[in-house]
């Protein structure tokens, strides 16, 4: 089993930045990619971005892209959202996710933490 935790959600005005931080611990030995994903009230839940873990590459969802980084911490297995120029349509629950093998479904996900942007 893998457990995974977020932090760092809040509420922020439009234009600010925040950065979200997922933790994994448990079975971690064999994570192919982790990812963000987010849901508003009323909408469906939408891919935001992952990275794959061997190589660090990184996907984006067309709404944040050039305004979202993901990253990774290898040695903490971490991934981090830096989130900047946060625009209202960005306020959502922020959940994290673990894919153990490609081409798959993600198989564990966080709690979601509450991030909302106002005017």
């Known amino acids: 089993q893998v457990q995974l935790v977020e932090s760092g959600g809040g509420l922020v005005q439009a234009g600010d930045s925040l950065r979200l931080s997922c933790a994994a611990s448990g079975r971690t030995f064999n994570m192919n990619r982790m990812g963000w994903f987010r849901q508003a009230p009323g909408k469906e839940r939408e891919f935001v971005a992952s990275v794959r873990w061997s190589d660090g590459m990184t996907f984006y969802g067309e709404s944040v892209k050039g305004r979202f980084t993901i990253s990774r911490d290898n040695a903490k297995n971490t991934v981090y959202l830096q989130m900047n120029s946060l625009k209202l349509d960005d306020t959502a629950v922020y959940y994290c996710?673990?894919?153990?093998?490609?081409?798959?479904?993600?198989?564990?996900w966080g709690q979601g933490t509450q991030v909302t942007v106002s005017s």
């Open positions: 996710a673990l894919k153990i093998s490609p081409g798959t479904a993600y198989d564990y």
